[in-house]
């Protein structure tokens, strides 16, 4: 297991600044520049762990290498806390290996930590819930584990919303499942826990006016609803998770629903509601994907059964004809005494042929090294900005987000010549947040020295700057037409280009550089309807 981890921080680590920063992580860092409880599409969390990691990169003059250590970071926890999981449920050594062999070569779970964001802090806060829930349902003393797993979600919660689904899915579990678990204080006060620390979050949501639920329904219009969701869902088993590791989970849910195994059943509904939640919701695929900690763990442990049921059962195919074979030579001799002494002598023999852990990880290993390789294999190339740049561009269909870290420096060099003829005091508005991110946190190394603004998501808080926009170089996917319902005039000065005919978002979406005049109002009375939440 260690091995495993090593292996997987050491290829993210090799590569994990080759292209650049994404798209959301200039927001990430930019919200941490502007502290609060909450923000319109996100708890605090991230943004907080994003400004202090920028900061400390910064005196080392690696700024993104100090964001993208905290995605690996992530991404490592989740590798390890697989393996506890695995071992929780009663998995040994070559258990503990392929459950966090499983998770480092999945997609779902490379491609995440591309970046550091929500998405990897919501995989490992998974991750630590499943260990300290099933570490406090097995221990005689089960209060610490509960509070543990409390702090843990509450942490979680303060990073992305969804943990409270997988908190609702642990319950019904419980209920199905452990019901006298109930009855003591444990799960009661890891909920109030959990409720203490998410409420900041949720005070902040409810003065501004739940701006979190707007942003839950503009997802889900964008996914098609529940039906759209439903649709696209056996993507994650399929395709996400690795399509050469399905016999993992697979075995993970048999596993889970053999009646030996009551006492962990509770993951069956808790897997069952998750999913029904998110797709009534009409969530993304990938929201998801933390549940393949437990049915990996939970796999990986019925195949190392498998395993070494399968070999002590050819051990003890070879003890019943060695045994057989005394018999009948003592018989024939008719000695009793040789007959006792031949059969301890091979019952002798059986005890010392049981397979050993190192037997069961060899067996358990040449069985899945294939399937581990191909997915892992796989998970590199789509997940991590392994293949060149024209390679990536290629397999923007599978994966957009690697091209999303690629080509910021090139845009903000584009804006920095634009900007330069203009009066020191020409802003620059910007339309999106990863576009006024970058310009704001790589503008200064490129003499790009303006003040930056959006409409979008959370800078709509931000603004609107005072004054009037006389003159705006304005930045991003918009159409010349909907900027003249804003300036009466307005010149395109050049489109957004990436070399060689590279693509990322902003190429495919025809972004440009505008220069625009004459104003229709002061920034405070345009201000409303430039802002947008999506």
Not at 56 to 72: K, N, P
Not at 92 to 99: C, D, F, S, V
Not at 353 to 368: G, H, N, Y
Not at 468 to 476: A, I, K, Q, T
Request: proline fraction near 6%; glycine fraction near 8%.
């Amino acid at each position: 297991m260690s091995l495993v981890a090593a292996i997987a921080a050491a290829v993210h680590l090799t590569v994990t600044t080759r292209f650049g920063w994404h798209h959301d992580e200039f927001y990430y860092v930019m919200c941490g520049r502007h502290p609060a409880f909450g923000y319109v599409d996100q708890p605090p969390l991230a943004p907080l762990l994003a400004r202090f990691a920028d900061a400390a990169g910064g005196l080392l003059g690696a700024q993104l290498l100090g964001v993208r250590l905290l995605a690996v970071a992530a991404q490592t926890g989740c590798v390890v806390l697989t393996a506890m999981l695995a071992a929780r449920l009663g998995g040994r050594g070559a258990a503990q290996t392929l459950a966090a062999a499983a998770v480092a070569a999945s997609p779902v779970f490379v491609a995440a930590s591309l970046l550091f964001g929500t998405t990897v802090l919501d995989q490992v806060t998974w991750a630590a819930v499943f260990v300290l829930v099933t570490r406090a349902l097995a221990d005689p003393r089960p209060v610490r584990w509960w509070m543990g797993a409390g702090m843990v979600a509450g942490a979680g919660l303060e990073a992305k919303d969804t943990v409270a689904v997988l908190m609702l899915g642990i319950a019904i579990g419980l209920v199905c499942y452990r019901r006298e678990v109930l009855r003591t204080p444990g799960p009661w006060l890891a909920a109030g826990t959990a409720s203490v620390l998410a409420a900041p979050n949720l005070v902040w949501d409810a003065l501004h006016g739940w701006p979190n639920l707007t942003m839950d329904r503009v997802l889900s219009q964008q996914q098609g609803g529940p039906l759209g969701s439903l649709a696209r869902f056996a993507e994650l088993p399929l395709l996400l998770a690795g399509t050469a590791l399905i016999g993992i989970w697979y075995s993970g849910l048999r596993w889970l629903a053999a009646p030996e195994n009551r006492e962990h059943r509770w993951l069956l509904p808790t897997t069952g509601v998750v999913v029904a939640v998110f797709i009534a919701g009409g969530g993304k695929v990938y929201y998801a994907a933390p549940l393949l900690v437990a049915l990996f763990a939970a796999g990986a442990v019925r195949m190392e059964v498998a395993v070494r049921r399968r070999l002590a059962g050819v051990d003890a195919g070879s003890v019943s004809s060695s045994v057989s074979s005394s018999v009948s030579s003592s018989v024939s001799s008719s000695v009793s005494s040789s007959v006792s002494s031949s059969v301890s002598s091979s019952v002798s023999s059986s005890e010392s042929e049981k397979p050993t852990e190192s037997s069961v990880a060899r067996a358990l290993r040449r069985e899945v090294r294939i399937p581990l390789a191909i997915s892992f294999a796989i998970s590199l190339i789509i997940g991590l900005p392994i293949l060149p740049a024209s390679a990536a561009t290629a397999v923007r269909d599978v994966n957009p987000e690697l091209m999303q870290t690629y080509g910021w420096p090139q845009i903000v060099h584009q804006v920095a010549e634009a900007a330069a003829p203009l009066p020191a005091q020409v802003p620059i508005f910007a339309g999106d947040f990863g576009e006024a991110g970058a310009l704001t946190i790589l503008g200064p190394s490129q003499g790009l020295h303006r003040a930056v603004y959006s409409g979008h998501d959370s800078y709509t808080y931000w603004g609107p700057p005072p004054g009037s926009p006389d003159l705006v170089l304005c930045v991003g996917t918009f159409q010349a037409d909907d900027l003249r319902r804003f300036w009466n005039q307005v010149d395109e000065i050049a489109p957004i280009m990436l070399p060689d005919s590279l693509k990322n978002a902003e190429t495919v979406r025809h972004a440009a550089i505008y220069l625009c005049r004459q104003p229709r109002g002061t920034w405070a009375q345009l201000w409303p309807q430039l802002q947008h939440i999506d």
